[in-house]
T-cell receptor, first 115, second 115 residues
């Protein structure tokens, strides 16, 4: 089946620095991918829709200048957390759908800790 | 109003027994899709089963089946012959409409399988 790969799985960064998370669709092309955030013991909340070749669409309340999304190819979307703060510490996970089917697949997720 | 409701924060089941995880949804769109995902402690979201709003039959995937009751707007997940490895968080999610892959998630149910 389709596979979505996310990297890194865990990252620790200092306050004020930026960190990039990659989301790759390994065996399908995704014109659209999605980025979610999950706080401990909570559900997944959609942050933004990543559109290949165009600007991302952000959900209400998500700062687009803080969470930069780039979708430069049909198999790669990146999320960059800029000027990270401890409150940005969270689990970030991406998803994509193989256009041939209905299944929406998720990456392995990335645990971000800002110290 | 909650779009996806999972009323069971936690469930226990004995190994080899069947368990039903509840999910109700709310939408006025006639075209929607319902998903169940398993999230172990590692964080990855593992796709289990999908049900489309126009599907005539209840979806089944191995030990997983979806009890889809459209009039009641419920999409309960049934896991048969529970295994210890089934212990995890389970999320019900909905894709609302025909032209989106955005998912709205429920709050999840933590399933614990005991010997």
């Amino acid at each position: 089946g389709a596979v979505v790969s996310q990297h890194p799985s865990r990252v620790i960064c200092k306050s004020g620095t930026s960190v990039k998370i990659e989301c790759r669709s390994l065996d399908f092309q995704a014109t659209t991918m999605f980025w979610y955030r999950q706080f401990p013991k909570k559900s997944l909340m959609l942050m933004a829709t990543s559109n290949e070749g165009s600007k991302a669409t952000y959900e209400q309340g998500v700062e687009k200048d803080k969470f930069l999304i780039n979708h430069a190819s049909l198999t790669l979307s990146t999320l960059t957390v800029t000027s990270a703060h401890p409150e940005d510490s969270s689990f970030y996970i991406c998803s994509g759908r193989d256009s041939l089917g209905n299944t929406i697949y998720f990456g392995e997720g990335s645990w971000l800790t800002v110290v | 109003a909650q779009k996806i409701t999972q009323t069971q924060p936690g469930m226990f089941v004995q190994e080899k027994e069947a368990v039903t995880l509840d999910c109700t949804y709310d939408t006025s769109d006639p075209s929607y899709g319902l998903f169940w995902y398993k999230q172990p402690s590692s964080g990855e979201m593992i796709f289990l089963i999908y049900q489309g709003s126009y599907d005539q039959q209840n979806a089944t995937e191995g030990r997983y089946s979806l009890n889809f009751q459209k009039a009641r707007k419920s999409a309960n997940l049934v896991i048969s012959a529970s295994q210890l490895g089934d212990s995890a968080m389970y999320f019900c999610a909905m894709r609302e409409g025909r032209n989106t892959d955005k998912l709205i998630f429920g709050t999840g149910t933590r399933l614990q399988v005991f010997p």
